[in-house]
């Protein structure tokens, strides 16, 4: 294993880390953050392995209980939480990301427009995938807790007030990956 993909793995840990600061409480519990972006860039930038690694790396961070999660919360709980499920969806949308783009080419090109329609359609169902975990799991747990939810209900608090934001992140998310996949290619392919 390259100590530079350790490293990158680090830093996009640390990026989703940081997102937790930014946090827009909703009246459902489930707040605005940027690290569902930033781990939808981790898988578009690195791949799917390492993008992963990164999430992972997070979700261990904050299951240890430093607080990395939302609005600055730490500890398993959480993971166990109305949240858990988007946690997931963000690693599995990390995986998905890196596995349809592939691993980072130096020869990617952020002119390309077949490469980055490519990148905005994959994208786009990158950021659906953290839904596919989270909302389910959202229900099960708000039953659990003797609160049960309708699925539309679910979707009225854990899905509709958040799709402004992800569009707005969605359409920040197809230049970075552009941009910052032949970028990290070039550090990520270098043999020690």
Not at 131 to 141: A, D, K
Request: charged share 10%; aromatic share 10%; hydrophobic share 55%.
């Amino acid at each position: 294993m390259n100590s530079r993909k350790i490293i990158f793995s680090a830093l996009f840990a640390a990026l989703i880390s940081v997102g937790c600061v930014i946090a827009i409480p909703l009246p459902g519990g489930v707040p605005i953050t940027v690290q569902n972006m930033f781990c939808v860039l981790a898988g578009g930038i690195l791949g799917s392995f390492y993008g992963a690694i990164s999430v992972l790396i997070w979700m261990v961070l904050g299951a240890v209980g430093l607080p990395v999660f939302a609005n600055a919360h730490g500890g398993i709980a959480i993971i166990l939480g109305p949240t858990g499920g988007y946690m997931l969806g963000y690693m599995l949308a990390s995986l998905f990301l890196g596995i349809t783009l592939g691993s980072p080419k130096i020869t990617g090109s952020k002119k390309d427009k077949k490469f980055i329609l490519k990148v905005a359609l994959l994208a786009l169902i990158a950021y659906i995938i953290v839904y596919l975990p989270g909302i389910p799991w959202f229900m099960h747990v708000m039953a659990g807790k003797g609160k049960p939810q309708t699925f539309q209900n679910a979707l009225k608090l854990t899905f509709i007030p958040f799709i402004p934001g992800d569009m707005i992140k969605w359409l920040v998310t197809i230049p970075l990956v552009a941009t910052l996949r032949p970028v990290a290619a070039r550090y990520l392919t270098v043999e020690e």
